[in-house]
């Protein structure tokens, strides 16, 4: 078993592993609006919008 402390930062890894996960596209698509940039909006939010479709759908079919 590992100390605490040791867990502890490996824990604190993780979640900031999953948290930039989760913010790297919407720090795209600002950058991108920011930055006057159309194309590379339009991108980002319709990687955002394609991402967030499967994370809504995944499992759906068990409820039904």
Known sequence: NKPISE????AGRVIWFYIGKLLW????LIKAIAAHDQSGARTAM??????????????????Q
């Open 25 to 28: 596209p919407s720090i795209v």
């Open 46 to 63: 319709q990687r955002h919008l394609n991402h967030a479709h499967k994370r809504f759908s995944t499992g759906w079919d068990a409820i």
């Open 7 to 10: 867990r502890g930062v490996l």
